[in-house]
T-cell receptor
């Protein structure tokens, strides 16, 4: 158990809908990262937050947004969902934002868009 | 831009034999390299990292990796494979940004099968 929790574990929804994925980092970790894992795209970095502030953006679509709250939990919002958004979404955390800190991954949320 | 390549989609090895999972990288500046493992229906788990110093890095579960600057490689190794090592292995490199954050760029992954 990495100490990173994600809810829900599974999410099934329809095209055009909006969903929110939630992540609680390990105790003491200030940095949160979101990733998308799909069969065709592999593991893609989406976005990083550090202590409530956005620090890095990757291949995140404009339909997606995220935030990190004062209690350090984070939410990833996916809107106007398309079939291609079906994937595993992982949250990870690390103690700081340094390039040499390893990340600890949550169990993921499997999103299915029908 | 930073990148990593894992040239093998799959590696098959017999239990008890040594295993190698290959990774090559392309970076500007100092490479910060990582290996992660993913078991079925689980998140990624950190195995080891190279930041600086000794080229042979030891990690979790008996794994080690050798950093080779001239060949731009960071291969994952284990002297004696176990059936329980069967999983998906990812090599990753950090791409620092001027925002103070960084991207982590993962390879496509290599599936390791260890046969009893």
């Amino acid at each position: 158990d990495s100490g990173v929790t994600q809810t829900p574990k599974h999410l099934i929804t329809a095209t055009g809908q909006r969903v929110t994925l939630r992540c609680s980092p390990r105790s003491g970790d200030l940095s949160v990262y979101w990733y998308q894992q799909s069969l065709d795209q592999g593991l893609q970095f989406l976005i990083q937050y550090y202590n409530g502030e956005e620090r890095a953006k990757g291949n995140i679509l404009e339909r997606f947004s995220a935030q990190q709250f004062p209690d350090l939990h984070s939410e990833l919002n996916l809107s106007s969902l398309e079939l291609g958004d079906s994937a595993l979404y992982f949250c990870a955390s690390s103690v700081a934002t340094s390039s040499y800190n390893e990340q600890f991954f949550g169990p993921g949320t499997r999103l299915t868009v029908l | 831009a930073q990148s990593v390549a894992q040239p093998e989609d799959q590696v098959n090895v017999a239990e008890g034999n040594p295993l190698t999972v290959k990774c090559t990288y392309s970076v500007s500046g100092n490479p910060y390299l990582f290996w992660y493992v993913q078991y079925p229906n689980r998140g990624l788990q950190f195995l080891l990292k190279y930041i600086t110093g000794d080229n042979l890095v030891k990690g979790s579960y008996g794994f080690e990796a050798e950093f080779n600057k001239s060949q731009t490689s960071f291969h994952l190794k284990k002297p004696s494979a176990l059936v329980s090592d069967s999983a998906l292995y990812f090599c990753a490199v950090r791409d620092p940004l001027n925002t103070g954050g960084f991207k982590t760029i993962f390879g496509a992954g290599t599936r390791l099968f260890v046969k009893a």
